[in-house]
């Protein structure tokens, strides 16, 4: 599996776009990628996968650039809620498809 | 739609005591089954995973074991716990579907190791 580099933690205030990149330098040609937000004392909750360009849903984007091998996602005007820790994940159909492993995620702090 | 339950939600066990989590699965069928555990402040571990009925993959070895003795229940045993058992754990399932299906998490437990 890839491993995936994240920052530890962000800070960011309400209104601001926030952007979280995470480096996958040895991903793998069937490889996606999917990140995940989590609450204290919450499972994690899917936010957005991608393969490669950018995705976007009502929640956020991902960006992935031609070699893939860092992705960013990208929530617009972020508010208090959006506190969070938020995971990137990559895997695919070499790796079993349904074996994942979370790294440490970005800790994000959103300022009043 | 699907649901995911676990128990107890929160457990409090002296060393060297048993333990045994519960996960069950409403809503889907033959569904992948995942359990996770999180240290305070940490990210989440991959402790097994299951494909089908009998079927577990270990991916830690300690002195955790896991079942699946029906297609949507999924069990989390110990036969003597230690103080970094201590966590959350954590149930979800997938479809099989996709590339990379997404996991969806149950509440937790929140285990304390006395």
């Known amino acids: 599996l890839a491993k995936t580099t994240q920052p530890i933690s962000m800070d960011s205030y309400e209104g601001q776009e926030v952007n979280i990149t995470c480096s996958h330098n040895n991903i793998a040609t069937n490889d996606y990628i999917t990140w995940y937000q989590q609450f204290p004392s919450q499972g994690p909750r899917f936010i957005i996968q991608?393969?490669?360009t950018k995705v976007t849903n009502e929640v956020a984007s991902l960006f992935i650039p031609a070699d893939r091998k860092s992705s960013t996602l990208s929530l617009p005007r972020v508010s208090l809620s959006d506190t969070a820790v938020y995971y990137c994940l990559v895997g695919g159909v070499n790796t079993g498809g349904f074996k994942t492993i979370f790294g440490a995620g970005t800790r994000l702090f959103v300022k009043a | 739609s699907q649901t995911i339950h676990q128990w107890p939600a929160t457990l409090v066990q002296p060393v060297g005591s048993p333990l045994s989590l519960e996960c069950t699965v409403e809503g889907t069928s033959n569904p992948n089954l995942y359990w996770y555990r999180q240290a305070a402040g940490r990210g989440l571990q991959l402790l097994f995973y299951?494909?089908?009925?009998?079927?577990i993959s270990s991916e830690v070895p300690q002195n955790l074991s896991a079942s699946r003795p029906q297609d949507r229940q999924f069990i989390l045993s110990s036969k003597k716990l230690l103080l970094s058992d201590s966590g959350f754990y954590l149930c979800a399932w997938s479809t099989k579907q996709g590339t990379l299906p997404e996991q969806y998490f149950g509440p937790g437990t929140r285990l304390t190791v006395t």
């Open positions: 299951s494909v089908g009925i009998g079927q």
């Open positions: 991608g393969y490669k």
